[in-house]
């Protein structure tokens, strides 16, 4: 049986020059009392955000490590209880976002309702249209990054406006576009090719291929733009196929390229939009028996394990074009820590594991080291 759930998530505004005309509406939404989430490098945009909303803005909180520590979350749950804020705008990627999610969650597990969100994303991840999030709890042997799904912390509203991503770094920017693609990939597990999520995650995956296939190299989103060698109509196109990928994310489940990401990025520290790089392209060829003719959506020329092949080759290759890191000992991982990986993985995500078929342990234990 096939389903589709939705998530409580109410308006998505999307376009040039609507960021400071969507904020000065918030109360419109039912945004009141806001206390501001982001990160130091964002401050100039933040003020930027805070200008736009008036004086309806209750403080702001901007100490938001990688792989959201809980201590970060305690600490901003504190803020929001200390402001008297009824709702959270979070400005920034992935940490930003989880970090909100996680706040609205335990003030709701304290007080007994959710803080509503309005995301203003900076990165291309998808996690603006996500209920999912990832606590790191720094307390016990082993850092581990554990993952929630809770609804009621979808956020409300999003604004979608290139005027929001054209600072974002090059490799961030780029690599998180490489975490979405992962969300349409790896959102096929467990759905069938005729699946609503099936058919908007390859039309985002096209979306970011057709794009990013003719990117400029080495040099800055800003750079570039002045430049016109890419339009903030391109930009736009990058955060709609974001959207797309991630499109009906409580209807789909995620799989092995997402978990070992979590144990890298959560228990060893490898920043969050590097790890798609790494992992999706080898997983998809490791999972090919099990993903079948599924993956076909994405490309139409080829079936099978053939699929597989065509969309690995198509995602790695654009890892290389974009000059991204492909490997972990690109990025300085210690390869001793390789069967560490292994362990947590095998204890903490056996389904995960287990797509890769017969004698997957082994397999595992392959693709890891490929991984390295």
Not at 102 to 124: D, K, N, W, Y
Not at 327 to 343: M, N, Q, T, Y
């Amino acid at each position: 049986m096939q389903q589709l759930d939705f998530l409580p998530q109410e308006k998505v505004v999307w376009g040039r020059q609507v960021l400071a005309d969507a904020l000065a509406r918030l109360s419109r939404y039912g945004i009141d009392r806001p206390i501001l989430f982001t990160v130091e490098p964002l401050a100039g945009l933040a003020k930027e955000v805070v200008a736009a909303i008036g004086s309806d803005v209750v403080g702001e909180f901007l100490d938001f490590p990688p792989h959201v520590p809980e201590t970060a979350v305690n600490n901003a749950l504190r803020a929001c209880e200390s402001t008297g804020a009824r709702s959270v705008i979070a400005l920034g990627g992935g940490s930003v976002l989880d970090a909100a999610k996680a706040v609205s969650h335990f003030h709701q597990v304290r007080h007994g309702r959710p803080l509503p969100i309005v995301a203003l994303p900076t990165t291309l991840s998808g996690s603006e249209f996500s209920h999912y999030f990832g606590v790191t709890e720094t307390i016990g042997e082993v850092k581990f990054k554990r993952s929630y799904a809770v609804r009621e912390t979808a956020p409300r509203v999003v604004i979608i406006d290139p005027e929001l991503i054209r600072g974002t770094p090059r490799g961030l920017l780029l690599s998180s576009a490489i975490k979405g693609i992962d969300h349409a990939v790896e959102g096929m597990r467990l759905v069938e090719p005729d699946h609503p999520h099936a058919i908007l995650a390859a039309s985002g995956v096209a979306r970011f291929l057709r794009v990013l296939n003719v990117w400029p190299s080495a040099v800055e989103t800003q750079h570039a733009l002045d430049a016109g060698s890419i339009t903030p109509d391109d930009l736009l196109q990058l955060q709609l196929a974001a959207w797309q990928c991630y499109f009906f994310p409580a209807s789909v489940v995620y799989g092995l390229s997402h978990r070992i990401g979590h144990i890298l990025g959560g228990t060893f520290g490898v920043p969050h939009s590097l790890t798609s790089c790494v992992t999706l392209a080898p997983v998809i060829e490791a999972c090919a028996s099990f993903y079948g003719d599924k993956l076909r959506i994405f490309n139409g020329r080829a079936s099978g394990r053939e699929a597989a092949s065509v969309l690995s080759s198509d995602i790695g290759g654009l890892v290389n074009y974009l000059g991204l890191p492909s490997k972990l000992r690109e990025i300085g991982f210690d390869r001793s820590l390789i069967s560490h990986v292994a362990e947590l993985l095998l204890e903490n995500y056996p389904r995960e594991v287990e797509d890769l078929g017969v004698d997957a342990r082994f397999k595992l234990a392959d693709l890891l080291e490929n991984l390295w």
